[in-house]
């Protein structure tokens, strides 16, 4: 397990959030163990790696055959909405952020290496980077302070033989990106029981391990301000009716609280208190 100063408690025990911002600020992530129980992370998996068949035999995109990749992978099932809707995230990240904070760019990810799937299309996350915003290109500076965070969720076991996410320490602090995706630095490795979920900047500087033969689901969901554009128009993936019956804070989630008006005919502020369907 990772080392970290914040801990879970036991069944039932609450969560200390203002603790894990504290750690995220300091070292750049917190683990916390016990978030979601090893059955709730088996049937996420089933859950995905029929989403993974599915979308291989209708010919949309699935990632590749060394690493399978599921964007908005909540749209294959309502039981995931858990895994970026969850009340500790919701504490955690309206502390790192804003109690309007928006989800960002949501992805399931499997490094494992699959010779029955055909070969894809290549994946994000290779190579030493960032995912915060290059404030100046010529010196590879960035906007400070972060603006954007991730809540990793490890359904699967992450162990250094299995391509556990690396990190550099403290690089978060820099807020500088990485002088090469290739270069050798460093580092140490996130190894985390299945349910721990890890907060991390999105300044610190990481990149997944190389593929193997072992199955390893995690799920990756980048969060920030509600002004900050997201890498998916979420809404129109679901019908009016679908949308209008998901829970309040995933409307919120996915940007139906945070809608620009067409014109100032239809209002002259952003925020709304209730969700904007159009």
Not at 23 to 36: I, N
């Amino acid at each position: 397990m990772i080392e970290t100063a914040v801990a879970f408690k036991g069944p039932g025990a609450r969560f200390d959030s203002e603790a894990i911002v504290a750690e995220v600020r300091r070292e750049g992530f917190a683990a916390v163990s016990g978030v979601f129980s090893v059955e709730q992370c088996r049937d996420y998996c089933e859950i995905l790696e029929k989403a993974v068949s599915k979308q291989m035999a209708s010919g949309g995109y699935f990632g590749s055959r060394t690493t399978q990749v599921l964007y908005n992978y909540f749209l294959h099932d309502e039981k995931l909405f858990d895994l970026f809707a969850h009340p500790l995230m919701d504490e955690v990240m309206a502390a790192l952020i804003d109690k309007d904070y928006v989800l960002v760019s949501p992805s399931a990810r499997n490094p494992h290496i699959r010779s029955d799937l055909p070969e894809g299309k290549k994946t994000s996350g290779e190579g030493w980077h960032v995912d915060s915003r290059v404030a100046n290109v010529a010196t590879g500076t960035l906007y400070q302070p972060s603006m954007s965070f991730y809540s990793v969720v490890a359904l699967e076991p992450f162990r250094a033989g299995n391509s556990a996410t690396r990190y550099v320490p403290k690089s978060h602090l820099r807020y500088q990106r990485p002088p090469s995706r290739d270069a050798e630095m460093d580092h140490l490795i996130w190894e985390a029981d299945a349910g721990t979920v890890i907060f991390f900047d999105s300044a610190l500087w990481h990149r997944a391990g190389a593929a193997t033969n072992d199955s390893r689901w995690s799920v990756f969901n980048m969060y920030g301000p509600w002004f900050m554009k997201p890498y998916f128009r979420f809404a129109e993936n679901m019908t009016r009716e679908q949308l209008t019956a998901l829970p309040p804070k995933v409307q919120k989630l996915l940007h139906l609280n945070s809608t620009p008006p067409a014109n100032e005919g239809k209002r002259t502020g952003t925020l709304t208190t209730e969700p904007v369907f159009d």
